[in-house]
C-alpha cells in the first residue's frame, strides 16, 4: 500500500502545478485596479478543491472593517469599499467555480481520496501489527515503520 500512497502523492504534485498556474492566470487577470492579497488565489484553491470533493461550500464573504473583503475570515483584497465588495465576491467565486469544475480539480480530488483511502488501510494494517505484537520494517522510502 505504502508504495501506491506515494505514487498517489507525487501524482497528486504533478496535478497541483498546472492547477496552480491557472489560478495565477486568473487571479492576474483580475488583479486589475484591486489590492488583492496572497490569500485570495489559495482561500480560491482551497474552496474549489472541497467542490470538486462533492462538498458544497457556501459564499463566505464579509466586509473587513471599512475596507477589504474576506472569505471565511480571511483577508482576500484589502481596497474594496462597500460599492466594490460584491463586485470582488462574484469575481472570487467565479474563479473557485471555474477551478472547481475543472478537469485537473476533479482528478486532484479523486487521486486525493485515493490517497486517503490508502492511508486509512496502512494505518489499519500498522493497528493490527501493534496488537497482535508482530515486528514491523521499515518502508524502503521512507523509513517508517509500517
Known sequence: YHTEWEQRLNRISEIGVPICQRATEMEDARAKGKDLTEDYK??????????????????????????????????????????????????????VSELGHSKEMLELAQEWQDALALQGRMKELAEKALKSSEILYPCQFCRRLW
Do not use: D, T
Open 42 to 95: 489559495a482561500a480560491a484553491l482551497s474552496v474549489a478543491l472541497e467542490q470538486a470533493l462533492g462538498h458544497a461550500p457556501e459564499k463566505l464573504y464579509s466586509q473587513k472593517a471599512f475596507r477589504g473583503v474576506c472569505y471565511a475570515g480571511v483577508v482576500i483584497e484589502k481596497s474594496a469599499n462597500a460599492q466594490k465588495m460584491n463586485e470582488v465576491a462574484e469575481e472570487h467565486w467565479q474563479m
